[in-house]
């Protein structure tokens, strides 16, 4: 069973709020991932972390940005959130070797 | 940049096989993956393939081809439960995981 954890499972949030959303994994990873994934879609990666004290942008252009202070937890922050952020998020986790992405449950995330 | 394409949608019978390919496009490959993600749920690892081949792992099998960038996911004797999408995906040399638009698999009695 995946040890990686997404606090809050649901969140509804006003326009122009600020919001972090967590990620904690207890595998040792060193690989870490967020995607983003409205309903029946595909992930689109949002930024990315291979070790503490990196983190990279992904393909899909976010407002959000990303800390990776401790190698176990991988934060999530929205500055200031708009109805366009209503998504489901994904985070994720490897050693890399084989690719075997471990998932947490995702946030669902809407912005009203 | 990356790519990745896959069949949107595919329709097969219970105990069936059932084919679902995906060709990429991409920088420094290091591995094609598959996951399976169940409606409301989260992506789990099915297969890798790192090298030329075929995998098999149980009713499922991967296969790859670098030289051809392709790669396709066997499912075989098809049970309702395996209704789900179906995503490949590809590390490049930057550590970035690309996932494919994934393919949407309904099994029917």
């Known amino acids: 069973e995946a040890d990686i954890y997404q606090t809050p499972r649901y969140l509804v949030i006003g326009t122009g709020k600020k919001i972090t959303l967590e990620c904690s994994q207890t595998?040792?990873?060193?690989?870490m991932y967020w995607y983003q994934q409205d309903p029946g879609m595909e992930l689109h990666l949002i930024h990315y972390?291979?070790?503490?004290?990196?983190?990279e942008k992904g393909d899909l252009s976010s407002e959000s940005t990303v800390s990776r202070i401790r190698t176990e937890h991988f934060p999530l922050t929205l500055e200031s959130a708009r109805p366009s952020h209503t998504s489901q998020y994904l985070c994720?986790?490897?050693?890399?070797?084989?690719?075997?992405?471990?998932f947490g449950q995702g946030t669902r995330l809407t912005v009203v | 940049g990356q790519s990745l394409e896959q069949p949107s949608e595919v329709t097969a019978v219970e105990g069936a096989i059932v084919q679902i390919n995906c060709t990429y496009q991409?920088?420094?490959?290091?591995?094609l993956s598959w996951y399976q993600q169940h409606d409301g749920g989260a992506p789990t690892f099915l297969s890798y393939?790192?090298?030329?081949g075929l995998e098999e792992t149980g009713r499922f099998s991967s296969f790859l081809s670098r030289s051809d960038s392709y790669g396709y996911l066997l499912l075989q004797e098809l049970q309702m439960k395996d209704s789900a999408s179906y995503f490949c995906?590809?590390?490049?040399?930057?550590?970035?995981?690309?996932f494919g638009s994934g393919t949407r698999l309904l099994v029917r009695p």
């Open positions: 994720a986790s490897t050693d890399g070797t084989p690719d075997e992405a471990f």
């Open positions: 595998m040792g990873h060193d690989k």
């Open positions: 972390s291979y070790g503490v004290n990196s983190t």
């Open positions: 991409t920088s420094g490959f290091y591995g």
């Open positions: 393939n790192g090298l030329d």
């Open positions: 995906a590809v590390r490049d040399s930057s550590y970035k995981l690309i």
